[in-house]
């Protein structure tokens, strides 16, 4: 399909005060369309209440937000028409049922479905999530309840989809399952979607490009390519008496260090390939590669301690980081 | 279909059993009052002398209503009014608070506003379902009147007076959602502004006016300030006045805007006080199950000891406004005081023994809370991490009826030292003032039983814990309290703890009744602790 560059989601140094507390502190985040956009950050870093006023839920403290070219405070419920959300933490009437639950949900929504596309969709679905819709809302677990809103987001037809941490507490299967669905609806229709997480490889498996905020601001964007730049797989092995002096040498490897008999190094995540064949000439045992997590980013690129000089990225903003950034991956 | 309407029949789908119980309850109390009524004063002589005492001894006006002569009709609006507007009340704070701050707290809120819903419907589907509810209440309550066969344009102002009631406490409920950030705390505020607006207008009863022949009496100025009150101004039967309703239908119109100007304003699940931050360490003292139950109760406790003390700061203040109320009309108090103290109990006796009733149910119901605590601990799942830790399932149980144990007492001292202030400060120097610690202990038995009890309930059906609980109360409220000016069946009355509740007079106090309750407590508890090592938590 075509991209246009439309712009779907625009915020323009945003703000949310909660009391003394600054939740968003000059929040620019921009969404085109088609596109599925990862929107990362740690725990309590303003991803939900980003989410929340883009949704029209919270009001901005000042700063603007428009989405598909509506003021989401205002135009709240002509806006919802035509967005779904998914909330991270999903709570169920005790005495409905998940199917009244799910009908009730998209009822609301309103997205234009008849009823027997909608009745086969909403079967569809609940096979495909592995989903018994006709228990009481008080005996589903907290991912059959995460189930619920997932189906009742994506029985509808929407054009922009608001996810936040769509798939926590479900399963490696399930998520396997939303993620198909995302992309599958994704390419057949063409819809908008950000994808707020803090678990990088979700977002790395759908997203298009991403944004990463960070105490309430965007701190870096871009493609995932860039991002995973960023990043270092952390890769050990047993030591035995594997002689590491060739991989000391490697410019991609950083930190090798050897302690409790295993030799441990990171490599720069775009460049895994180039070490593996030494690797393999070594003939290493136990190999481990753990991808780069998340919160390993942020410590390298804007912990407070592990890197001092990022505390001045707060006053300096996008100049600095930007030049931080290349630090690691040449030294 | 529009949200509006989805969301109208969610709440109808909700509460469909809820709200089918509460207004048959209380067309049903309408009819039954009218029938216990006719069968126990028979006549007009009958009820005019009733009233002669009532207004000569205006107690007892603080737990009915304004006299207005002594036909059945306007004889039964007098006894049963203040109650059914109580119930009605309540009826629409629960109900209110349950679609609104209770939806935003669990979450459920943020989902619906959403969709297309948006931030509105949800309050307008709230104020529909309440509006319709309130009609039914209406209409059942005349009814039931009518049925008994009182006067049917009467009974339909008394009807809707008992609606008008509930719609002025369905915004309030409204409005004390859009300030607590908890359900708890706007149900508790919001119960506590109803019990304030029934004992505002029993302050009014008791204080006002009386008319010539000592069977009707003009309120004084607190009835005016309590919906309770204003339904009492139609005058039902004698006036038929339908102007008063436009009062409680007012404040209701009110609160909504103000909801709606506060909603405007506020993030979805945000509100007005701020929940606040805790504390960073635990105190010292927080290291048991007691300890986390005092914990978790502390603010109910603190709120139930207020409402002990207020209710008992009203004797004093009250027995100065009656004596001179009374000194006014001397000619017929002379006789009825006579009459009073040859059954051995003064003035100031009976108020206490009056109010202390009333501070016995808080302290109920300030037990209860206590006990049903349990069950809420339960299906949110924080009983879990504390009976995995080295604390027993019989031993978690124990110390949350312990603590209900504990709060009773508080609630009851807390109301011998309002009342014991005040009637110090009004001057009274009879022995009745020394009676107050007595009269307090005299109400612990019955309301012991209100923790022995639905603690064996949670053990045996847990499920049933929290309705059961508060249904009990109701029940034991409606029998033993009003059972007596209903003219239920004696055998009925038994039924209800307050019945047997101690009565301290002059020549002393019966404790029989007392000493049977407690045994009956201390067996029901036993059987809990012991029945409880054999039952899992768990949520269902």
């Given amino acids: 399909m075509f991209v246009v560059m439309d712009t779907v989601i625009q915020t323009v140094d945003l703000h949310k005060n909660f009391g003394r507390v600054k939740a968003l502190d000059g929040l620019d985040l921009e969404v085109h369309e088609g596109e599925i956009h990862g929107f990362l950050g740690p725990n309590g870093a303003g991803k939900t209440t980003t989410l929340r006023i883009l949704l029209g839920l919270a009001r901005a403290s000042s700063g603007s937000a428009t989405v598909l070219g509506m003021h989401p405070w205002a135009d709240a419920v002509e806006l919802h028409r035509r967005v779904a959300s998914i909330p991270g933490d999903v709570s169920l009437w005790p005495n409905l049922s998940g199917g009244e639950a799910i009908d009730l949900l998209s009822r609301l929504r309103d997205g234009g479905v008849d009823q027997a596309t909608y009745k086969e969709r909403k079967h569809h679905l609940c096979e495909l999530f592995d989903f018994d819709p006709s228990k009481k809302g008080r005996a589903y677990s907290k991912g059959n309840r995460q189930k619920v809103a997932l189906i009742s987001a994506l029985v509808m037809d929407a054009e922009l989809y608001l996810l936040d941490e769509p798939t926590s507490g479900l399963d490696p299967l399930m998520e396997a399952v939303f993620t198909r669905e995302i992309r599958r609806i994704a390419h057949e229709n063409g819809v908008t979607v950000l994808l707020s997480s803090h678990i990088l490889s979700e977002v790395e498996q759908l997203a298009d490009r991403v944004s990463i905020i960070r105490a309430g601001r965007i701190v870096d964007g871009g493609t995932l390519d860039a991002l995973r730049h960023l990043t270092r797989t952390e890769i050990s092995f047993a030591q035995d008496s594997v002689d590491t002096h060739a991989l000391d040498t490697l410019s991609q490897v950083h930190d090798l260090t050897v302690a409790d008999g295993r030799v441990k190094f990171g490599a720069d995540s775009d460049r895994v390939h180039e070490v593996l064949p030494l690797l393999g000439s070594l003939r290493v045992k136990g190999l481990l590669v753990a991808p780069p997590s998340l919160e390993e980013l942020f410590l390298r690129h804007y912990g407070d301690t592990v890197t001092p000089p990022a505390r001045q990225e707060e006053d300096d903003g996008g100049t600095h980081h930007r030049r931080h950034r290349a630090a690691p991956a040449g030294a | ?540």
């Fill in chain 2, 1 to 540: 279909m529009g949200a509006l309407w989805i969301l109208y029949r969610q709440r109808l789908r909700r509460d469909r059993w809820q709200v089918t119980v509460w207004v048959l309850s209380i067309g049903m109390l309408a009819l039954f009052a009218v029938a216990a009524i006719a069968k126990t004063f028979g006549d007009d002589a009958t009820r005019a002398q009733v009233l002669q005492l009532a207004t000569a001894a205006p107690a007892i006006l603080l737990l009915r209503g304004l006299p207005r002569g002594p036909g059945l009709d306007s004889f039964t609006f007098f006894e049963i009014f203040a109650f059914l507007g109580v119930l009605a009340g309540l009826m629409n704070t629960f109900l209110a608070v349950r679609h609104t701050r209770a939806e935003e707290e669990s979450g459920r809120g943020e989902m619906i506003a959403a969709t297309a819903a948006g931030r509105w419907a949800p309050l307008g589907a709230t104020v529909l379902h309440g509006a319709v509810v309130n009609i039914l209440v209406s209409i059942a309550t005349a009814l039931g009147f009518m049925a008994g066969g009182l006067d049917p344009a009467g009974s339909l102002v008394a009807g809707f007076a008992t609606g008008a009631v509930g719609f002025a406490f369905l915004g309030v409920g409204l409005l004390a959602s859009e300030f607590f950030s908890t359900s708890r705390g706007a149900n508790g505020i919001s119960s506590a502004l109803v019990m304030v607006g029934y004992l505002l207008r029993g302050f009014g009863d008791a204080t006002g006016q009386v008319g010539p022949d000592g069977t009707t009496m003009t309120a004084a100025w607190p009835s005016w300030i309590s919906p309770i009150g204003w339904g009492q101004q139609t005058f039902a039967y004698t006036g038929n006045r339908w102007w008063p309703l436009l009062l409680p239908l007012a404040l209701g119109v009110a609160c909504t805007a103000i909801v709606v100007a506060i909603m405007a304003r506020r993030d979805v699940g945000a509100s007005v006080f701020a929940g606040r931050s805790g504390r960073a360490d635990a105190r010292p003292w927080l290291r048991g199950s007691f300890s986390l139950a005092l914990r978790l109760q502390q603010g109910a406790i603190i709120g139930w000891c207020i409402g002990g003390l207020a209710t008992g700061l009203l004797t004093g203040s009250l027995g100065s406004a009656i004596q001179s109320s009374i000194t006014s009309n001397p000619q017929i108090t002379a006789v009825l005081r006579g009459m009073i103290e040859a059954q051995g109990t003064s003035m100031t006796q009976l108020l206490v023994a009056a109010l202390f009733e009333v501070a016995g149910i808080l302290a109920a119901a300030c037990g209860l809370q206590a006990v049903l605590r349990l069950r809420q601990e339960e299906v949110a799942g924080t009983a879990e991490p504390v009976v995995a830790e080295s604390v027993s399932r019989m031993r978690w149980l124990g110390s949350f009826i312990g603590l209900g144990a504990v709060s009773v007492v508080l609630v009851m001292a807390f109301t011998a030292l309002g009342a014991w202030l005040s009637l110090v400060a009004s001057g009274d120097t009879s022995s009745a003032v020394g009676d107050v610690w007595q009269t307090a202990v005299d109400q612990l038995p019955a309301a012991l039983i209100y923790l022995a009890l639905p603690a064996a309930v949670f053990v045996v059906w847990p499920r049933a814990t929290i309705p059961a609980g508060w249904a009990l109360l109701g029940i034991g409220v409606v029998l033993g309290i009003y059972g007596g000016m209903l003219g239920l069946d004696q055998k009925l009355r038994d039924l209800s703890p307050f019945t047997h509740t101690p009565v301290t007079t002059s020549t002393g106090t019966d404790w029989s009744g007392g000493f049977w309750m407690l045994s009956i407590a201390a067996v029901l508890t036993a059987l809990a602790l012991a029945a409880v090592r054999r039952r899992e938590v768990g949520t269902a």
